[in-house]
């Protein structure tokens, strides 16, 4: 075990947290704004970098082809949202229903162009689109072609952005379609539409953040978001055991879940310099994730007790 | 009955699930037409059909059939965040009508905006915000001194006055009260109870409010109806009400309904 290894492993670590973490802040206004778990994001992660990918090979600016990911986005969440809102399907299974449906899509628009019209796998060289936003080549160096300061620039943006808007009128409405259904509605909410938007919005920031991805790592993979929402709460978790004490204004707490991510591939990276597997990191991921997600239950099943026991509850 | 009205209910008709063991006719045939400014107090027995009423008013389903008309216009058929810009809406349960993870000034904001469409202007101005601490002053709960306090760490009589607030602060055409003390402890149902009748006179709203507290329907508003079994029995104006007493009310249910007025949570006093 070489400590040199390991350090020079994470200035990666970081920039993989960060583009990560902008999927995670997209977890985090289903999950903790709208209150509902939303599995499509394993596919339009993936989605994301597949219509990048393909647009950057067939000579888009990188910039647009990040910004049509996006929008592609936008649309998966919508088909979840109409599905879960329009069609009555509980949100979890309209969520895998649209994960399912878009790994076929995203082996098809990997595919646009070719014979077989599929691919599982869109390889974007660095040296052949130099203008691809970022790249892990430059991750080392001290330069400003670091991939870390553009992502640490689109990760502060995005969370202006998001502060702004939940900020606003409508972004308020969102947040109380989330908090009580009833009391949105008996204030002229639609909660249907509410729900959408923030499908759609959530969806959008997960394949931005999978566009970045595929330029970051020099190809795109259909099975690259494989996996994703369990990474996405990891970062939210994280995000909110370390810093949910320090952090209470709204920008903060998005920025705990960026941080969330970085330090999340940051603990990976050691885990692996350690000599895990590779192949077993998702099911240490999950047992985390699990862990987490169990504490506050456990809080307070430990708080019933001792109310039971007669003893006061600080 | 007249055609006009600030609310006309026209032979409201609804069954929950129908066709099954567990069909239930809950309303059968409601007709009721309230003049402006009428404060109408709404008893009954369990499963008489009070709440549903309200609901139906509210649009939280859609009645098989029958009309309802507010201020004239049909709403028989708009869904329930439509009809919500006429609507104050206070609920039983103090947990239903605020946002508990937004703090005070929010849900006085989002309130303020009942209705309205929202765009993306910032949800709340620094006038709104001093407008509301004076509001909130008038409640003599301390609030206007915790704006920024999360709503789910209030006591469930400051979220219920918070809601009776939220639902006349952009002044509605009907004001709904679905039991909103029932949940409450004596002491502070009154309260609420009194800051109810205070927003109601002082802003001359036309209200709805079902209690299962007999002695609270007479002394409140100028009308009373009872309800049983998803009719209107009995119709009360301000005159028979101040020479009616509970017993009296009792006698006449009995006498409408053909049954004892057995319920165990009504209260009598």
Request: proline letters at 2%; aromatic letters at 6%; charged letters at 15%.
């Amino acid at each position: 075990m070489n400590i040199t290894q390991l350090l020079n492993q994470l200035p990666g670590a970081a920039a993989q947290g960060l583009i990560w973490g902008i999927m995670a802040i997209g977890v985090y206004i289903t999950f903790r704004i709208l209150d509902t778990a939303d599995l499509t994001v394993d596919g339009s992660f993936a989605t994301g970098g597949a219509v990048a990918a393909i647009l950057i090979t067939s000579g888009v600016h990188p910039l647009l082809a990040t910004a049509i990911a996006f929008l592609a986005g936008l649309l998966a969440g919508l088909i979840t949202g109409v599905l879960h809102t329009g069609m009555g399907i509980p949100a979890i299974l309209a969520g895998i229903l649209t994960q399912l449906a878009l790994y076929s899509i995203n082996l098809r628009i990997q595919g646009l162009g070719t014979d077989l019209g599929s691919r599982a796998n869109v390889p974007l060289s660095i040296n052949k689109y130099k203008n691809m936003l970022v790249s892990l080549r430059n991750v080392g160096s001290f330069s400003i072609e670091n991939p870390i300061w553009l992502m640490l620039l689109i990760t502060v943006v995005l969370i202006g952005i998001m502060y702004w808007f939940f900020g606003t009128e409508y972004g308020c409405g969102l947040r109380a379609v989330g908090s009580n259904q009833q009391m949105a509605r008996a204030q002229g909410i639609s909660t249907g539409r509410g729900k959408i938007v923030g499908l759609m919005i959530s969806n959008g920031l997960v394949a931005f953040s999978g566009a970045l991805m595929a330029q970051y790592q020099g190809f795109s993979d259909v099975s690259m978001g494989r996996g994703a929402i369990v990474i996405g709460l990891a970062a939210v978790i994280i995000g909110e055991v370390i810093f949910g004490k320090l952090f209470r204004n709204f920008a903060l707490k998005l920025l705990a879940v960026s941080l969330g991510a970085i330090i999340y591939y940051l603990v990976i990276q050691v885990v692996l310099w350690l000599g895990l597997n590779t192949d077993d990191l998702k099911l240490l991921t999950a047992l985390v994730v699990a862990l987490f997600l169990a504490m506050p239950y456990w809080k307070s099943h430990m708080a019933a007790r001792r109310m039971k026991g007669g003893k006061p509850v600080v | 009955m007249s055609e006009k009205g600030m609310l006309v209910l026209k032979q409201l008709y609804k069954t929950f699930n129908p066709g099954t063991v567990m069909q239930k006719t809950a309303l059968d045939g409601v007709t009721l037409t309230l003049q402006p400014g009428d404060f109408v107090t709404v008893i009954g027995g369990n499963g008489a059909g009070k709440s549903t009423m309200l609901n139906a008013i509210a649009g939280s389903f859609q009645i098989d059939s029958g009309s309802i008309l507010l201020s004239g216009r049909d709403i028989t058929h708009l869904p329930e965040h439509r009809r919500a810009a006429f609507l104050g809406r206070v609920f039983q349960d103090p947990m239903m009508g605020t946002a508990a993870s937004m703090n005070i000034e929010e849900n006085l904001a989002l309130a303020a905006r009942r209705g309205q469409r929202r765009g993306l202007h910032w949800g709340i101005t620094a006038s709104e915000r001093s407008a509301f601490r004076e509001k909130l002053s008038t409640l003599d709960l301390g609030l206007e001194n915790r704006l920024g306090s999360k709503v789910g760490l209030l006591s469930g009589g400051q979220r219920q006055a918070l809601t009776l607030l939220m639902a006349t602060l952009k002044k509605p055409e009907l004001l709904l009260l679905d039991e909103h003390t029932a949940a409450l402890d004596p002491k502070t149902a009154e309260k609420v109870l009194r800051l109810t009748s205070q927003l109601i006179r002082e802003n001359g709203l036309t209200a709805l409010m079902v209690t299962h507290n007999m002695k609270d329907a007479l002394a409140l508003g100028n009308r009373t109806i009872m309800m049983h079994e998803g009719r209107v029995i009995l119709d009360l104006n301000a005159r028979q009400k101040q020479t009616m007493t509970v017993e009296d009310l009792l006698a006449q249910f009995e006498q409408a309904s053909g049954k004892q007025l057995a319920n165990d949570r009504m209260l009598l006093t």
